[in-house]
């Protein structure tokens, strides 16, 4: 079967930095997606992978590895606003969007 | 500014009474999915039209249908919500399905409670 995991739930510091990993396990692979969701809200679009390597987008980078089946995330000087459910969704070899369960963070003043 | 739009953001339904969720979008985009997310699990796909090329998720309940009248369009209904069916319910467009560039975009969602 096709699996996506994600810690649950992480906490961290105002100002610090922290990186959410993400695994997966699907047929085929077109690209593994970064989503950010906000309580009740929708999520939306924060980053696209499909090559190996580090990819940066101001306080955001996402980081893959295909051979290892492995994502993540990292934010630097975190910010209140920043407290979100993260969402990892992988392409697979139908171009489905197979979805993680998202890692909430909590940002501590 | 190019949208996708959800209507309305709550909706309160009985047990068994019929609800239809609607979706715009004005990016001109050739897909629209339906998603259901529950709390603190991932979004599940219900559907998603290509054009006009309906496609159905194995596990989507016969409960669930979806029509699109034409490209900007795209709705939801819910023959007959059961307290499982209480979630939020998530629109998303792209432009084109099968490439693995081709980012979604969702709308606010809308929030379904059944009493």
């Known amino acids: 079967g096709q699996n996506i995991d994600q810690p649950t739930e992480m906490t961290a510091t105002e100002g610090a930095i922290v990186q959410i990993n993400c695994t997966y396990q699907t047929s085929g692979f077109n690209g593994l997606f970064w989503y950010q969701q906000h309580a009740g809200e929708a999520p939306t679009f924060l980053s696209y992978?499909?090559l190996d390597g580090l990819e940066e987008k101001g306080r955001f980078s996402s980081f893959l590895s295909r051979s290892k089946g492995y994502s993540y995330l990292l934010l630097k000087e975190l910010q209140m606003k920043d407290s979100a459910s993260y969402l990892c969704a992988v392409c697979d070899s139908n171009y489905q969007l197979i979805w993680g369960a998202g890692t909430k963070l909590i940002i501590k003043p | 500014d190019a949208m996708v739009i959800q209507n309305p953001r709550y909706q309160v339904t009985q047990f068994g009474k019929p609800v239809t969720l609607s979706c715009s979008q004005t990016?001109?985009?050739?897909?629209m999915y339906w998603y259901q997310q529950k709390s603190s699990q991932a979004p599940k796909l219900l559907f998603h039209y290509y054009d006009k090329d309906f496609n159905n998720e194995a596990d989507t309940p016969d409960n669930f249908q979806s029509r699109r009248p034409n490209t900007s369009f795209c709705f939801l209904d819910i023959r007959s919500p059961g307290l499982g069916d209480a979630a939020m319910y998530l629109c998303?467009?792209?432009?084109?399905?099968?490439?693995?560039?081709?980012?979604?975009?969702f709308g606010p969602g809308t929030r379904l409670t059944v009493l």
């Open positions: 990016l001109n985009h050739n897909v």
């Open positions: 992978n499909v």
């Open positions: 998303a467009t792209s432009l084109t399905p099968g490439q693995g560039t081709d980012t979604q975009y």
